[in-house]
């Protein structure tokens, strides 16, 4: 009897152990295919969030070439202005210097005809 009472155990653990390993492979297929599907919609974020980094840096580079360009227009701007004043600025300057002139010689003239006339009308 005690030989059947092992038999009838040994027959309890066999099919607890085959139920257990069916458990067990059951929810290593259910963790796998969670696991699956928790990996693949990781990646599409991950994608979505490297997208959107992209993007980002794609819109600064523009914004940045374009203030390039800006920058460059102002700069070609202000050289071609400071030309333009520099030009005017040389123009007033010559202008100023024949003024000068035209005065210090009228001045010169002036001052000879009241010497003669001052010395013809003493003498």
Do not use: C, F, P, W
Request: aromatic fraction near 0%.
């Amino acid at each position: 009897m005690a030989k059947k009472d092992n038999t009838n155990a040994l027959q309890v653990i066999a099919e607890a152990a085959k139920a257990a390993t069916q458990a067990i492979s059951t929810a290593a297929l259910e963790a796998t295919k969670v696991l699956a599907s928790n990996a693949q919609e990781a990646s599409k974020v991950v994608n979505v969030a490297s997208s959107i980094d992209h993007d980002l840096l794609i819109r600064l580079e523009t914004k940045m070439e374009g203030l390039k360009n800006d920058i460059a227009e102002i700069k070609n701007g202000t050289a071609t202005q400071l030309n333009d004043h520099e030009v005017r600025i040389n123009s007033l300057e010559t202008s100023k210097t024949k003024q000068n002139t035209m005065m210090s010689i009228g001045i010169g003239l002036l001052s000879l005809l009241v010497t003669l006339l001052t010395y013809h009308l003493i003498k």
